[in-house]
């Protein structure tokens, strides 16, 4: 485990390094000094957190989208602006508040966007617009929310046929493909010294409820062995694992932003931030069914689960049994795209400390309890285990994961039903 980094870090004053981590994080304040005023037509901005006018979201997301309304120069009146949320996606999300008063001498002021997780099989969009205006202002533009459908799955003719020899032998998979809702928990360990990110910090239990999970036949059965793959927000892990993974990385502040590393150079070449709006999906593959026992094998080595174009590839020798989650991640697209344009960007992201994504989320194997191997002081472990009922259409897992660093096990436990 990367410990190292915490205990070079905790020879250096609490108070210094809070300033150079506040310095490096607030913006420059050139673009509002007297010497730099904008001096052309006062324009209404609409502004993502990433400077952008427009933004992508998953169907299911729920994360708040926060918008920066700005005057390109300041005025000695108060402005008040109306706003509105038209187009097909606007039913699903909600505006803060459709009045804004930007006070007189002040550039800006924010609304909120919040989606609700909506099935949708097509692209949908919606366009947040400044409908009324003070005198001698003028709206440089629209802000675009595109939400992107729930994935579509037809099995192939080759699927099919399989699909069709099971139901001969009595396992009639017809109750199990397709959309599935996902109940459940995950009991977060937590950590007692370091101090990451700011949701992720204390013991909770987190709760999964009515999230929205796509089961497949899997490109690995066979004739003699159905085997499944998980496509989408599988166990309905999206959002918590998301959460995880911010908390090790973009919104660490002690580590992540560490004097040494190269976070922030990561961070500005592909413009992510604490704020951007990220997709992140987690994929399970390779879901062996046994149907004369009711049960699912779910667990292999980490690296079964990784893509090839994944470029912090371990050893197969530190890969330990685990679930082996593969994990899709909008950063980790322009990570890679950012390497293949320019192959040294690679050295940048391995000493940005946290970025290893697949150890960082599964950093102990659980083929059996290796507590005392982790440092830790209380069990937790539970024994992974899977089951399938093909009659009610339900499936259900239990299993533990180590993140790193932290106190102990973490134990995810939830059941899925098809929905009809």
Not at 155 to 183: C, F, M, N, W
């Amino acid at each position: 485990m990367k410990t190292s980094l915490y205990h070079r870090l905790r020879s250096i004053g609490a108070i210094g390094l809070f300033s150079l981590l506040l310095l490096s994080l607030l913006p420059s304040c050139a673009k509002d000094t007297p010497d730099n005023k904008y001096r052309g037509e006062n324009k209404i901005q609409l502004r993502l957190p990433d400077g952008s006018r427009s933004v992508l979201i998953a169907a299911t997301s729920t994360s708040p989208i926060k918008v920066t309304v700005r005057l390109t120069s300041r005025r000695t009146d108060a402005v008040t602006l109306q706003l509105n949320l038209t187009g097909e996606a606007a039913s699903s999300l909600t505006l803060s508040s459709k009045t804004l008063t930007i006070p007189a001498g002040q550039l800006e002021g924010e609304v909120v966007i919040t989606p609700s997780a909506k099935e949708v099989t097509t692209q949908q969009q919606a366009k947040l617009s400044v409908t009324s205006t003070a005198s001698g202002l003028m709206v440089e533009g629209d802000l675009t929310i595109t939400i992107s459908p729930f994935p579509v799955w037809t099995p192939t003719a080759a699927q099919q046929a399989l699909i069709d020899g099971y139901r001969a032998k009595g396992i009639d998979l017809s109750t199990i493909l397709g959309y599935h809702t996902v109940e459940g928990s995950v009991d977060w360990a937590g950590f007692t010294d370091p101090d990451y990110g700011r949701d992720i910090r204390s013991q909770a239990t987190w709760r999964i409820s009515g999230a929205t999970m796509l089961v497949e036949l899997s490109d690995r059965a066979t004739a003699d062995q159905p085997v499944l793959k998980f496509s989408y927000n599988a166990l309905g892990l999206n959002d918590i694992y998301k959460k995880l993974w911010d908390g090790y990385t973009v919104d660490n502040l002690i580590f992540f932003y560490a004097e040494g590393t190269s976070s922030l150079e990561v961070m500005k070449a592909i413009n992510w931030t604490q704020s951007s709006a990220e997709t992140f999906n987690v994929v399970l593959d390779n879901v062996r069914v046994n149907a004369s026992t009711g049960t699912l094998a779910f667990t292999g080595k980490r690296l079964s689960g990784m893509p090839a174009t994944y470029p912090l590839r371990e050893e197969e020798s530190d890969s330990p049994i685990v679930v082996p989650f593969t994990y899709e991640s909008s950063v980790w697209t322009r990570v890679m795209a950012k390497i293949a344009a320019e192959p040294t960007f690679k050295e940048t992201v391995e000493s940005a400390d946290g970025m290893e994504l697949y150890s960082i989320l599964s950093n102990t194997g659980i083929d059996k309890d290796r507590t005392a191997e982790i440092g830790a002081t209380e069990g937790h472990y539970v024994k992974p285990e899977g089951k399938i009922d093909l009659k009610k259409g339900t499936l259900s897992f239990t299993f533990p994961f180590h993140g790193e660093n932290s106190d102990y096990y973490s134990v995810v436990k939830v059941t899925s039903q098809q929905r009809k």
